[in-house]
């Protein structure tokens, strides 16, 4: 019987450089998208694929984070004086369950897999989910939730999120090598941390999504260098390759790379759109833009 994916890890330690000055002060991860920021959509997604349990691994200058997910009374109560019930339904809807949150420190700048690493103490000995804020995934049903069930048809073991990509993008992301497919899953038979685009196995590059065995804690407590002179989440899950099941997995969600301005603009618009209560006025303002 495979175990339930309960814990959800999510690395929030980055510095946010690509859209510097705005995060200077504020950590990447609370840029919003339309009205909510980008790590409540992870978590949310997380929440609704059955997630019980959320690790944030965090650095310097991120208590902004663990604020937006406590209680705020002050402002609560003003809402609830005001009447304004709305706004605060908003608020307490984005409020994970008491005892819930744990949060951790990445000290260094060590890469993915060290951050991973980082939460191995409350992660414990289960499988566990791990969510990339910067990619924002958008569907019904979400990502996570698509890939839990995955897990389960699977037998456990290894699941990754895979997109198909331009060939010439392969030297960006980790990169499969496919075996057998099986609708939405596909066998992996190997895995590449960015690849040159004529030494990549495939154009099926993985995104910000992953389930992984407790076992992985002890490849990346090896503390081996790779790409970029970091400790890379790829190289730990590629060293488990024969050991434990390993599938990728294609959902049917979209994807925005929040991690870039493109990305994040392109974000705001296509979740603007989605919602009844202020598509109508953009569609007016793009229309103008024209």
């Known amino acids: 019987m495979v175990s339930p994916v309960r814990k959800a890890v999510f690395p929030v330690a980055g510095m946010g450089t690509r859209f510097l000055p705005a995060t200077k002060a504020i950590p990447k991860e609370m840029l919003p998208v339309v009205d909510k920021p980008v790590i409540q959509y992870a978590v ?12 944030f691994v965090t650095g310097r200058g991120k208590h902004v984070i663990e604020d937006h997910f406590d209680h705020a009374y002050e402002l609560e109560s003003l809402l609830t004086a005001r009447e304004k019930t709305a706004e605060l339904n908003s608020l307490m809807e984005s409020l994970p369950d008491t005892g819930s949150v744990s949060f951790t420190r990445q000290q260094e700048p060590l890469g993915l897999g060290h951050a991973v690493w980082c939460a191995r103490h409350l992660v414990g000995n289960e499988p ?37 990509k331009p060939r010439a993008e392969t030297n960006r992301y980790g990169v499969i090598d496919p075996g057998n497919t099986n609708g ?17 196995p495939s154009t099926l590059c993985v995104i910000g999504r992953y389930i992984l065995p407790p076992e992985i804690f002890d490849e990346l407590g090896k503390k081996q260098r790779g790409a970029g002179n970091e400790i890379q989440l790829t190289d730990g899950m590629a060293r488990m390759l024969g050991r434990t099941p390993f599938h ?3 959902t049917n969600c979209q994807r925005y790379d929040c991690g870039t301005k493109i990305g994040f603009l392109q974000a705001n618009l296509a979740v ?8 109508p006025g953009l569609r007016e303002v793009l229309d103008k833009l024209k």
């Open 184 to 200: 939405n899953i596909t066998e992996v038979k190997g895995i590449v941390e960015k690849p040159s685009p004529e030494k990549a």
């Open 128 to 164: 566990f989910a791990v969510l990339l804020p910067d990619d924002l995934m958008v569907g019904n049903p979400g990502a996570m939730q698509q890939m839990v069930a995955a897990h389960e048809r699977a037998g456990g073991g290894i699941i990754v999120a895979v997109e198909e």
């Open 248 to 250: 990728a997995v294609t």
């Open 44 to 55: 949310e997604e997380a929440r609704d694929a059955g997630i019980e349990q959320f690790i």
């Open 272 to 279: 603007g759109l989605q919602r009844p209560d202020i598509a």
